[in-house]
């Protein structure tokens, strides 16, 4: 047989899909070395971002290589022509003469690009650009700056799952009959479901928030049962690609940091506050903390690996179904029952600063979100009639900034 271009084409394809959907099935996304984030002044430029050379996986299960080491002027991106515009749509809702306070996110996403051009025949009297074709594909990336978090719906999954995880009470006050092992194991699944709620179906009502108990006896079947939940029931819940579906979602990046920002509105525009000079102090504060990683297996197999694996998401868990209030450590609300309950949460102030809150409700009532100080996008209090769930970030003075919100039939705003 002789191969075509087609089929040269046909053959590159499998082979490179096999090959991301084997890395994102296998192991997940995020960062696998290097890509290190810093942040440093550069005098009359101000303050910028440098990232080092390193690798990463996207959730489509693409590789990103960043070969060499880059950096972002931080007042260069707040110049430009749609970042004013917001930070003047920010600022109006804002006190005036105040350091504007706000997240952005810094992403990685793989591109491609068209290299190495050759001479093509033609007719005469062509453009330059008719003149030469690219002959080649090479891999490449960019680094952005954004306003919104990415969507990181795995990474964010097994946080929550862990942190549900954590509150499994293992104990010899349990009952150790084994006949009660399918009720647990149930009463698991209820609470999952809750939590990770299939798309399109109609919200689970657990019949108790209480955490499971489970006696040592119990604990191995137990703990059998919830890792099989989480393989064939939630985990293709919340994976970006999976091999029955068709393409990525749009937003195929890695999210490296998040930058908390103070921006002041100067007559040169809009730009970094307090940079004095090297060792003077800027309102500008990087977070890693939620920043996707994989580790290697090499290190996966090690003592080390294992309890670096092992180590708590740090995200905490409430389920309300009365008036309640959120403690700083929480990161995610479930509401249920029946009657309309009021999230109380804490003020956005420094202490806050860049804390994400995600607050659903898991049954059709009306809610409300309070903050026990400051506004929730310029308002006193959120009103949750027709929301069935919210994402939030304090800016750390005074104002909680929704980033999403989805409404009853699963439509984001």
């Given at each position: 047989m002789v191969l075509g271009v087609d089929d040269f084409r046909t053959e590159f394809g499998y082979s490179s899909e096999r090959d991301k959907r084997m890395l994102r099935e296998a192991h997940g996304y995020g960062t696998l070395a290097g890509l290190e984030v810093i942040f440093e002044n550069d005098g009359e430029d101000g303050p910028r971002l440098r990232v080092t050379p390193g690798s990463a996986a996207a959730p489509s299960g693409q590789m990103i290589c960043v070969g060499r080491e880059q950096c972002g002027s931080l007042n260069q991106w707040l110049a430009r022509e749609e970042v004013t515009t917001r930070l003047d749509e920010m600022a109006a809702d804002a006190p005036a003469d105040t350091?504007?306070?706000?997240?952005?996110?810094?992403?990685?996403?793989?591109?491609?690009?068209a290299v190495a051009p050759v001479p093509v025949p033609g007719e005469p009297c062509?453009?330059?650009?008719e003149l030469m074709v690219p002959s080649r594909i090479a891999d490449d990336y960019t680094l952005s700056f954004q306003f919104a978090p990415p969507a990181m719906a795995e990474s964010e999954g097994i946080a929550l799952f862990d942190a549900w995880f954590a509150g499994i009470d293992v104990s010899t006050d349990a009952d150790d009959d084994m006949a009660q092992l399918p009720a647990r194991i149930e009463e698991a699944r209820e609470q999952l479901d809750a939590?990770?709620?299939?798309l399109a179906a109609e919200p689970v009502v657990p019949d108790t928030l209480d955490p499971i108990s489970i006696h040592p006896d119990l604990a191995p079947g137990f703990f059998a049962a919830?890792?099989?939940v989480w393989a064939t029931r939630l985990r293709p819940r919340v994976m970006a690609l999976s091999c029955a579906d068709t393409g990525a979602e749009g937003d195929d990046c890695v999210m490296l940091a998040r930058i908390d920002?103070?921006?002041?509105?100067?007559?040169?525009?809009?730009?970094?506050?307090?940079?004095?000079?090297?060792?003077?102090?800027?309102?500008?504060?990087?977070?890693?903390?939620?920043?996707?990683?994989?580790?290697?297996?090499?290190?996966?197999?090690?003592?080390a690996g294992e309890d670096l694996s092992a180590v708590d998401s740090g995200m905490g868990v409430a389920m309300l179904s009365a008036d309640g209030t959120v403690e700083i450590s929480q990161g995610f609300v479930l509401v249920l029952g029946e009657d309309p309950v009021t999230v109380?949460?804490?003020?956005?102030?420094?202490?806050?600063?860049?804390h994400l809150l995600t607050v659903r409700l898991a049954s059709a009532t009306n809610s409300r979100i309070e903050p026990a100080a400051g506004q929730i996008d310029g308002a006193d209090t959120l009103e949750m009639e027709e929301l069935s769930e919210v994402r939030l970030v304090s800016n750390g003075s005074g104002n909680w900034i929704v980033l999403r919100r989805m409404t009853r039939g699963g439509d984001n705003g």
């Open positions: 350091t504007l306070r706000f997240p952005v996110w810094l992403t990685l996403r793989y591109r491609d690009c062509r453009s330059d650009e939590l990770f709620p299939a919830i890792k099989r920002l103070g921006a002041i509105n100067a007559p040169a525009g809009w730009q970094v506050a307090n940079v004095e000079d090297s060792d003077g102090e800027v309102e500008a504060r990087v977070d890693e903390s939620n920043r996707p990683i994989l580790l290697s297996s090499a290190l996966a197999q090690t003592p109380g949460i804490p003020g956005a102030d420094a202490d806050t600063a860049g």
